[in-house]
């Protein structure tokens, strides 16, 4: 049977375009800095979790300018042909990071060497724990809106900056304070962790969930109640 597609008009996807292309921005620019005090601060304590919370702000950024790229095209059918390619790059990105994080991380489980306590680490992990939920949100919601796998993963991206912000200040507290220096190693491997994660579900293309009653096919088979993105009615997806 026939069903009707409920799609945001033209002029909503340029108002949910430009929207994206506003708060990847402020992510670039958050992240850069967040980058620049992780590396520094995580090379001076010799902080694995630090200098993988950096390198995960490094690739948040160049997620986030590869979305940027698909949404710089004014026309949809464009941005709609950039979103593999973007996909892809994010997935690449988190993979990247896991490696990196996981060998480091066993080296200095492995006596190669005990970080040292930082207060720089400890108050950028507190801002990013604060700031990031927002950005993520906001971009979500619209990434959703719009039908953006590419965004929505970015979003995801952001919101996987939360968690390693709440792991990161756990595990830098701990040694600042009870002097575990094995708390550092653990954090930067649960790190790594959540980062294989999202890689794979943004190669996947997972998360491109449309709100609910705004996806539906015509010719669709019957009993099948998923939407291109592979969500189901009612779906809360991220």
Known sequence: MATISLEPSPARRDVLARRIR???AATITYNVIEA????????????????GF?????????????????????EHAVREAREKTTLRIIAVSF????????????????????AERSIAGIVIAALSLAIMP?????????????????AVADSK???????????????LVLNATLG????????????????????????RGDGCCAPSGLSTFKGQEPGKTEDACGCSPGCACC
């Not at 620049?36 to 200098?51: D, F, R």
């Not at 919601?141 to 590419?150: C, K, M, P, Q």
């Not at 930067?188 to 999202?198: D, F, H, S, T, Y």
């Open 22 to 24: 506003l708060l990847v």
């Open 36 to 51: 620049i005090v992780a590396i520094a601060a995580g090379t001076l304590a010799s902080s694995t979790a630090l200098i």
């Open 54 to 74: 950096g390198l995960d702000s490094v690739i948040e950024v160049s997620s986030a300018a590869a979305v940027a790229w698909q949404f710089s095209a004014a």
């Open 95 to 114: 993979f990247v990071l896991a490696a990196y994080v996981a060998v480091d991380a066993i080296r200095a489980l492995a006596g190669s060497g005990e």
């Open 134 to 150: 927002f950005l993520s949100a906001a971009q979500r919601r619209a990434g959703r809106e719009i039908g953006s796998a590419s």
């Open 157 to 171: 991206q952001t919101l996987l900056c939360t968690y390693l912000s709440a792991v990161l200040l756990v595990g």
């Open 180 to 203: 575990w220096s094995w708390a550092d190693p653990i954090a930067a491997l649960v790190i790594a962790g959540i980062a294989v994660k999202e890689g794979r579900e943004a190669w």
